[in-house]
């Protein structure tokens, strides 16, 4: 069904439509939408689900994980501040092996408080083991919400997903989006350690380091393993539905001689540069990347091209989290640019210009440095 | 009664509602401080009421913090300035969804451990900041975004948890009152220890009614007992002025109800629970007063 509507009512709009039992959920802002969307569905009968307005968002997670133990279907939203107090339950969810979906509207953290897009939030919760896929419009905002409960609850997966979408940037504009019958798209859940009352057992129980070792690598292997669930995921939908994804999503790369690789709205944005740029013979290209955990294998799109890398956060003392990122996997040498941070204007001008000004190996904070 | 002074510790330049009654709090609640004091403010309207980096619309340091995390921080700096010697108030201004929500734990440790602190709840019954999802504050029957048919868990009785820790001083206000907020603030900043007032704080756009109510909404509060004003030292309990009268003869529940646009949902039931509660709330009151418990 041809649907208007923001990214946050995707994302809600795709959880009515993969049917959790239980959604726990906080308001913050921008992700508040979600949480008043779905306890509006469930309110009215089109979802069919238990709606826990928890006390905070350490709860609201914890409210999944308990829920999720009993090996049903499960989800939460957030933003933010509200992402980084989760952060215990984060580890703590990825490393029970609970297939949670959640949604996280991407916003700068205080202080001073700033409401506007960033990605600092789910960036610091990295390691967590979560998988983290970034979204650039509404209707993936509903299709990557859908597929990640498949995903997560693959049985070569059993981790957490987490779907982010740029704070007011997509949570907030609407676009038209195409709903889905799910189907037998996303088979039933069926988490083979739910608990069980007649095959009792301790559920995080004090674990040796041998023991606890083998759980972290098992951790691993889910994460790389994912890799093919997500494609299988992807193509299996475009097959039924008509839309293609794939790990990341390249634009003009072809014969690109430079690529601007960024995530989220950024990556939109930066297809309109690169037809601009493309007009004044500069041969760009675009790769917007989609899963960040797993992490893509970019080292054939990268060989042999200078590379422009867009962050929107930044890991003080380091560098733009993204440009590491690419620059440990391919080895290439990008010119990193910090732009966007706190929800600053970027627009498809600014993203040539970044282009132009190219330097291997420097870094650029848009706006601040001259 | 102390005069109330004219110097103003929140200026005319906030980004406040109209009508709204927790920056008329605010006003009272400095005005009653005076200049040495930290306001500690954790996320809710009044993070943002402030205005927008580098101005401010306060007159006296506002230290905005974490969501959960307001009587924590206040615990730390109470203990820096009584480690150097210096009386400086230290305020905790939070919402009810601060309060009685996630910054519950924060709030308990604090007062369980003495802090010399006051800490005011300005409970507008809901998450205002965020457009009015419900908390644990938000009343039986009330419709928010995330209560779209009415709320159908009861008000988080949060006076029964403080009072529960013995905190040296503790009282209720309202916005409609500013005389008794005022002689509250005033009394509480005068004893060491943990202080805890919760001053109701009526909100026009949550609450749907007109802007030029505000003060009529919070007196139709009291005056329906929906709102008890009172206060307890050393948990001795007396009751305040406007309350008093309330105690002796009530105007009906549903007239406090009715000029809200967000007990529209409140079916006859919730009404009657409401009601119920109040006379149950004021008869325990009664015995108390009258020491027969
Ligand atoms: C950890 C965290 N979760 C959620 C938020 C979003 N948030 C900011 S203020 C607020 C509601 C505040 O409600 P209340 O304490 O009642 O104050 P009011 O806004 O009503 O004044 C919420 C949910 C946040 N800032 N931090
Ligand atoms: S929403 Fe309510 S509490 Fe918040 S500023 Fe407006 S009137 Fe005041
Ligand atoms: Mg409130």
């Known amino acids: ?370 | 009664m102390a005069e109330i002074p004219d110097e103003e510790f929140i200026l005319k330049t906030t980004s406040a509602c109209a009508g709204c009654s927790a920056s008329l709090i605010l006003r009272y609640v400095t005005k009653a401080a005076g200049k040495d004091t930290v306001l500690v403010v954790p996320a809710c309207c009044t993070s943002v009421i402030q205005g927008v980096y580098p101005n401010t619309a306060m007159n006296i340091p506002v230290y905005n913090v974490a969501f959960a995390s307001a009587a924590a921080v206040a615990s730390g700096m109470s203990e820096a300035f009584r480690a150097v010697g210096k009386k400086t108030n230290v305020i905790c201004f939070a919402g009810d969804g601060g309060t009685v929500d996630i910054g519950i734990q924060a709030l308990s440790g604090a007062l369980e451990r003495g802090t010399d602190f006051l800490y005011i709840c300005y409970d507008n019954e809901a998450y205002s900041n965020t457009g009015m999802q419900r908390s644990g504050a938000t009343p039986l029957g009330a419709s928010t975004t995330t209560t779209p048919l009415g709320k159908k868990d009861y008000k988080k009785d949060l006076d029964a948890i403080v009072q529960a820790h013995n905190p040296v001083y503790m009282a209720t206000a309202c916005s409609a009152y500013p005389v008794d907020l005022y002689n509250k603030v005033k009394k509480a900043l005068s004893i060491p220890g943990p202080k805890f007032m919760h001053i109701l704080a009526p909100c026009p756009p949550g609450w749907r009614y007109p802007s030029e109510k505000t003060i009529e909404v919070g007196k139709l509060a009291v005056q329906s007992g929906m709102w008890v004003l009172y206060e307890r030292e050393n948990g001795k309990l007396s009751i305040s002025g406007a309350s008093k009268a309330a105690m002796k003869k009530r105007i009906p529940v549903s007239e406090y109800l009715k000029v809200q646009g967000r007990f529209k949902t409140a079916t006859e039931e919730d009404i009657s629970v409401l009601s119920e509660h109040v006379e149950n709330n004021i008869k325990k009151l009664e015995r108390e007063v009258e020491g027969i418990c």
Request: with cysteine; proline share 4%.
């Open chain 1, 1 to 370: 069904m041809l649907m208007i509507g923001t990214g946050n009512k995707a994302v809600a709009t795709a959880v009515r439509d993969a049917k959790p039992t239980v959604v726990a959920a906080y308001p913050i802002t921008p992700q508040t939408e979600v949480v008043e969307e779905t306890a509006n569905y469930v309110a009215s009968g089109e979802l069919d689900a238990r709606y826990i307005p928890v006390e905070s968002e350490h709860s609201s997670m914890a409210a999944c994980i308990g829920a999720a133990a009993t090996g049903i279907r499960t989800f939460t939203a957030t933003s933010s501040h509200g992402l980084v107090y989760m952060c215990e339950m984060l580890h703590m969810s990825a490393a029970a092996r609970l297939p949670i979906v959640m949604a996280n509207a991407n916003r700068a953290l205080g202080p001073g408080w700033n409401i506007g897009a960033e990605h600092s939030d789910s960036l610091s919760m990295r390691d967590t083991g979560w998988l983290q896929a970034y979204v650039s419009t509404v209707q993936e905002a509903y299709d990557l919400t859908l597929m990640a409960f498949r995903i997560a609850e693959d049985e070569n997966v059993l981790l957490p997903v987490m779907i982010n979408l740029d704070g007011f940037l997509l949570t907030h504009i609407t676009q038209s989006f195409e709903t889905v019958e799910p189907g037998d798209f996303i088979p039933e859940i069926n988490t083979p350690h739910a608990i069980d009352i007649d095959n009792p057992g301790g559920y995080g129980t004090l674990t040796p380091s041998n023991e606890h070792f083998k759980f972290r690598r098992d951790i691993e292997r889910g994460m790389r393993d994912s890799v093919k669930v997500i494609e299988d995921a992807q193509n299996d939908f475009a097959k039924r539905f008509g839309r293609k994804y794939g790990m990341y999503e390249e634009y003009m790369t072809g014969d690109a001689d430079v690529l601007v690789i960024s995530m989220g709205t950024l990556a939109k944005e930066t297809e309109v540069a690169v037809d601009n740029l493309r007009k004044e013979g500069i041969k760009a290209g675009s790769v917007g990347i989609r899963w960040f955990r797993p992490f893509p294998d970019l080292k054939d799109v990268v060989e042999g091209r200078e590379v422009v890398i867009i962050d929107r956060d930044y890991s003080f003392g380091y560098g733009g989290i993204l440009a590491n990122e690419v620059r440990s996997k391919t080895g290439c040498s990008p010119f990193s640019v910090i732009a966007g941070l706190g929800g600053q204007e970027v627009t498809y001008d600014d993203i040539a210009g970044f282009v132009k000004m190219r330097a291997a190996n420097e870094e650029h904070w848009f706006g601040v440095d001259e």
